[in-house]
């Protein structure tokens, strides 16, 4: 994906009924598209505060991208949002954490300027490099202590699953993009941050955005999780997420 994309994935329910995120990334938020996936869980939870997500995502781009082509500073401004994520590109708070830092504050002063929240999207390292989570969440929570603002913290939830050794894949075959399983991982953990409650008994069925059409029939199965990998997943994002 080479040019900048929005994308809206609207619920028919005035402002007051809903929590509205948008979410500032790349292929870590689009694949998968993430924040349909966090939208249906609300959905099987039968949240009473529906939740409207809009993405402005470019593949392989950073929060310095964004920030210079404006699209998100644009939408930023436009509507109201209860929470704003953002995500670095995947190994640049490795390579460069300062460039991450100074990105990430100029966003959050223009989200603090329109009374939304700042959500650090931290991110899993390659599954050639697992010693390298370290210095990710280290860059993330940094930044996320500087600013007083929160943190997903997806990728050590990735990591705890993996310590767990279960039999569950969560990267995609390049090794770096997630499975479907990584992304429900993911939504489970926003799912907590924006509604403040644990994620256990969410639905353990994983479908395609491909059609988001309400009728089940109509929608693409991409995996069905046994109860127990389910629960073990939703119950390490439960604690991950309390802990943070």
């Known amino acids: 994906m080479t040019s900048p994309q929005v994308e809206a994935n609207s619920l028919q329910v005035t402002d007051q009924q809903s929590i509205r995120v948008l979410f500032i990334g790349n292929s870590y938020t689009y694949v998968n598209?993430?924040?349909?996936?966090?939208?249906?869980?609300?959905?099987?939870?039968?949240?009473?505060?529906?939740?409207?997500t809009e993405m402005v995502?470019?593949?392989?781009?950073?929060?310095?991208n964004h920030w210079k082509r404006g699209e998100a500073l644009r939408l930023l401004k436009a509507k109201r949002w209860d929470y704003v994520v953002l995500q670095e590109q995947?190994?640049?708070?490795?390579t460069n954490p300062k460039e991450m830092s100074k990105y990430a504050s100029l966003f959050d002063t223009e989200i603090k300027?329109?009374?939304?929240?700042?959500?650090?999207?931290?991110?899993?390292?390659?599954q050639n490099q697992p010693e390298t989570q370290e210095i990710l969440t280290d860059?993330?929570?940094?930044?996320?202590?500087?600013?007083k603002a929160k943190v997903?913290?997806?990728?050590?939830?990735?990591?705890?699953?993996?310590?767990?050794?279960?039999?569950?894949?969560l990267y995609n075959s390049d090794q770096s993009h997630p499975s479907p399983i990584g992304s429900y991982v993911a939504s489970c953990v926003f799912y907590s941050i924006f509604y403040k409650v644990s994620p256990v008994g969410l639905s353990r069925r994983?479908?395609?955005?491909?059609?988001?059409?309400?009728?089940?029939?109509?929608r693409i199965e991409l995996e069905?999780?046994?109860?127990?990998?389910?629960e073990i997943i939703q119950k390490l994002v439960e604690y991950i997420v309390r802990k943070i």
């Open 113 to 126: 300027r329109v009374n939304s929240q700042t959500v650090f999207y931290l991110t899993w390292a390659r």
């Open 206 to 218: 994983i479908y395609s955005s491909q059609f988001s059409t309400p009728q089940e029939g109509n």
């Open 33 to 52: 598209d993430l924040p349909w996936l966090t939208q249906q869980l609300a959905v099987s939870a039968k949240e009473t505060r529906t939740l409207e």
């Open 57 to 64: 995502v470019v593949g392989g781009a950073s929060l310095k």
């Open 139 to 147: 860059s993330y929570m940094r930044i996320a202590k500087e600013l």
């Open 152 to 169: 997903a913290p997806v990728g050590i939830a990735w990591q705890k699953i993996q310590e767990a050794n279960l039999k569950l894949n």
């Open 224 to 230: 069905n999780l046994s109860e127990t990998d389910a």
């Open 90 to 94: 995947s190994t640049l708070p490795i």
